[in-house]
Every structure is written in C-alpha cells, then in structure tokens.
DNA sequence: TGAATATATGAACACTAATTCATATAAACA
DNA sequence: TGTTTATATGAATTAGTGTTCATATATTCA
C-alpha cells in the first residue's frame, strides 16, 4: 500500500508526474459503470432513503419484477449494496458512503447547469 | 432553479421524500457514463496534468491515432473538456473542475479497498 | 503548389449490457 | 401438504458503446 500515495488529500493528491495505471483505470471505471444507468441510479437514490425490500423498489421505481434483482446483483457483486434476508422479503441497504458522496456529488454537479 | 432544493449542502441535501426523477436519472447516468471507460479515464487522467495536445494523449495512454479523437468528441460534447485550436495541433483541457472532482473522488474510492 | 503532418469523422464490426420471459427457489400461510 | 408470495436466475433479445479502417479536412513546410 506505499507503491502509490492515493491517499492524500484528495485535491492535492494529484501528482504532476501520475499518470493512471490500467489496473487503476478499470477499477475506476467499473466503479462509476455502477453509477452509468438511469434505472440504477434510481434504485440507488431509494436506498439513500434508507434500508428498503425488493419489491417496493420496484413499485418505488417502476421497474418489472425480474429487472430490479438482476440490477441489485452487480450492485451487490460491487458491494455498493448489501441484502438481508427477514422471511421471504430481502432487505437491501447501501454497504458504505463511498457510493452515496460519489451520487450525491453527481447529482450536485448536474443540478448546477 | 427553485423547483429543486438540490443546493444545498451535499450531505444534508437529500430529502428523504425526494425520488431521483426521470430527467435527473439521465443526466446523471450520462454524467457517469463519461467515466465509465479505462481509456476515457486515462485521457482524464493526463488532462488533470494540464492541457495537451491529440497526439500526446495518444502516446500517453497508448490508443490509436483515431480513438482518442473519438473519445474527445464526447467528451467535449458532454463539456468535459474543451479544445484549443493552435496550428494544426488542437490543445485540450478540462472545461471545469466538476469532473476532476468525481474522478478524484472515485479515485480516492478505489485506492481505499 | 504539392507533400507531409495533425486531427476528425463515417461506417463496419465486436463486445457489452439491460431488459424480458420463463422458470426456479424458498418462505409463509391455509 | 399444497398454494401463494417474494426473490433470484438463465437464456434470449435488443440496444448501446468502443475500436478499427479508410478517408476527409486543415495546416505547415519545402
């Protein structure tokens, strides 16, 4: 973990002399691939909202059956989203912040233009 | 541009009745659609040094003569970068600092785990 | 003016990704 | 136990994206 020094400030961090490596690239680019679709997006932005089961997502975003799962999937395999399973509901929450500031950034920078 | 509360301060901005509505979904989608790419993060990543011209980018990160320009298009069209004619060399740069600041983010992100 | 260089673009192709449909699993309830 | 409800999954389909190849435009230089 002392190869690179990602973890300055963040602002700061970026070195003149950095230049992205390819593992760095698809690690970055898988991250925000998670981020890269509308209905996801939306299924994203009710788990901000707190801890919710499958279905009232899909009412929430009106999404098919079959189509919410299969999204909360590689979410989950990104573990962006974690499940709980409390009789035949799954609860599903976000696993940490780190998606959340990345969203919320986002939704920032696209509401100001 | 009161419509939407959105500018507020980012982590207390989100509403826990808000609900990411269709049009807001895709513009961020297609925000992060702009970084969902190894290449175009590498590109990113040399544009964060500063502005540069075609050709360097494409020695850089190692992409043919025609996929850097292909990649620019979008991006300038997404007003993520912006070009600087001067000779026949055309200097690109970042157009702000929104992206830089998601790239930073998501960087600091996946150097963490 | 003609050749060389830098960038851009259109079409074709390969690859990925999101959805649907059908079906499977698994828990609750009658 | 059999039926209903909630979620998951595999296969197929469709749409989208990134690359390459060939070519176009535009600028410099001889």
């Known amino acids: 973990m002392n190869t690179n020094s990602y973890k300055q400030d ?3 961090a970026y070195d003149e002399a950095f230049s992205l490596d390819d593992e760095k690239a698809s690690q970055l680019a898988e991250l925000f691939s998670s981020l890269s679709d509308p209905n996801r997006l939306r299924i994203l ?3 901000l909202r707190g801890e919710t089961h499958v279905q009232q997502i899909s ?3 009106a999404m098919s059956q079959s189509a919410v799962p299969h999204q909360l999937r590689g979410l989950r ?3 962006i ?3 709980r399973k409390q009789g035949r509901m799954v609860y599903y929450s976000l696993d940490d912040d780190h998606v959340k500031e990345l969203f919320l950034l986002g939704l920032d920078h696209v509401c100001h233009e």
């Open 10 to 12: 963040r602002v700061t």
């Open 81 to 83: 989203v974690r499940a």
């Open 77 to 79: 395999q990104m573990r």
């Open 45 to 47: 932005s009710v788990l």
């Open 59 to 61: 009412e929430t975003v």
